[in-house]
């Protein structure tokens, strides 16, 4: 594998998501406007759960950071049908380029964008919104990183599915309000009813929202969120498995 290669790439795909930067900056905003709709509801969320002592921040920041995270997996997708669309995806697949490079080289961008966009959502929580984190920073990381590689793994067995920028849009819809309402990003799911908590640990989000749960409101640390964390890799490591059976760089996708 070239470390010139795929500097390269990463390069040039860095310099787009740069020359159009609304999609990231969207993906920042709007959240934030979503935590200040949603924040009363989130304290009161989390008093019925039994919790005292709650701003509501505690809730609805984490849960707005992993549902527009879920909403990501199009931003992914993007930087690969775009190519189809333009007709430079042959002029990259001809390179000496191989898949490994292609494939790293497509997805750290957005991945590094989604991790800075979760990150940001994060600090402008506790500046705006009152968000205490009682727990392990460190251990609030190792959730954030576990978070993205399931979510890098998932858009790219997505990418390898579905065949149009229009198909993979509406699916990522679908799948991001199924799953991030099932894992409790828009309410704790202990007040969920019976049966979305029954369906619930089958969603990512599930996961993602105990690890943060585990560190933001019970002062959790490392081994606290090493369960949450081993099923989202074990989730990356499936839809891993998925994309390499799947994912062709000659299969043609339709950007339009």
Request: hydrophobic residues 55%; contains cysteine; proline residues 5%.
């Amino acid at each position: 594998m070239s470390r010139e290669r795929m500097v390269a790439i990463v390069g040039h795909n860095l310099r787009l998501a740069a020359a159009d930067p609304g999609p990231a900056v969207a993906m920042t905003i709007m959240p934030l406007f979503m935590i200040t709709f949603l924040q009363g509801m989130g304290r009161a969320a989390l008093e019925a759960d039994g919790r005292t002592d709650v701003s509501g921040a505690e809730q609805v920041v984490p849960g707005m950071a992993v549902l527009f995270s879920l909403f990501g997996v199009v931003y992914l997708g993007i930087a690969f049908y775009q190519e189809h669309g333009w007709g430079t995806w042959e002029r990259l697949r001809m390179s000496p380029a191989s898949t490994t490079e292609i494939l790293i080289g497509k997805l750290l961008p957005p991945a590094t964008v989604i991790f800075t966009q979760t990150a940001v959502l994060f600090g402008l929580g506790a500046l705006l919104f009152g968000l205490d984190i009682e727990g392990s920073l460190v251990a609030l990381l190792a959730v954030m990183v576990a978070s993205t590689v399931m979510l890098v793994a998932v858009s790219m067995a997505a990418i390898a599915m579905f065949r149009s920028i229009n198909q993979l849009s509406a699916g990522t819809n679908v799948g991001a309000m199924l799953f991030g309402g099932l894992g409790g990003t828009l309410a704790p799911v202990d007040t969920l009813p019976g049966w979305a908590q029954t369906l619930a640990p089958i969603s990512p989000a599930h996961w993602a929202m105990q690890g943060y749960t585990a560190v933001i409101l019970d002062g959790g640390g490392l081994a606290d969120v090493a369960g949450p964390i081993a099923v989202l890799l074990c989730v990356s490591l499936t839809a891993a498995v998925l994309s390499a059976w799947r994912f062709r760089l000659a299969e043609p996708k339709d950007w339009t």
